[in-house]
């Protein structure tokens, strides 16, 4: 489980079920434990107004440089 926060203001937008190791392109929706997102159209935002990243339906396409990771990632096989 790994905590997502913003890179401006540190406050947290997700809680995560990473799998595999490897950069976060995208959450997938169905892993995302916590929301405290703010959703504006597509776009995902953080509560401070900064942009996290675009829905694109199934997955979250996350900007880069944009938010902090913290936490243990789930390898593949575990559950």
């Known amino acids: 489980m790994i905590t997502i926060k913003c890179a401006k203001c ?25 929301d405290y997102s703010v959703r504006d159209g597509s776009k995902i935002k953080c509560q401070c107004g900064n942009s996290i990243g675009i829905d694109e339906g199934k997955w979250i396409k996350m900007k880069q440089h944009s938010y902090d990771l913290s936490g243990t990632v789930t390898r593949k096989g575990e559950k």
């Open 10 to 34: 540190k406050k947290k937008i997700f809680k995560y079920k990473k799998i595999g190791k490897g950069r976060l392109w995208h959450c997938w929706n169905d892993r995302i434990i916590e």
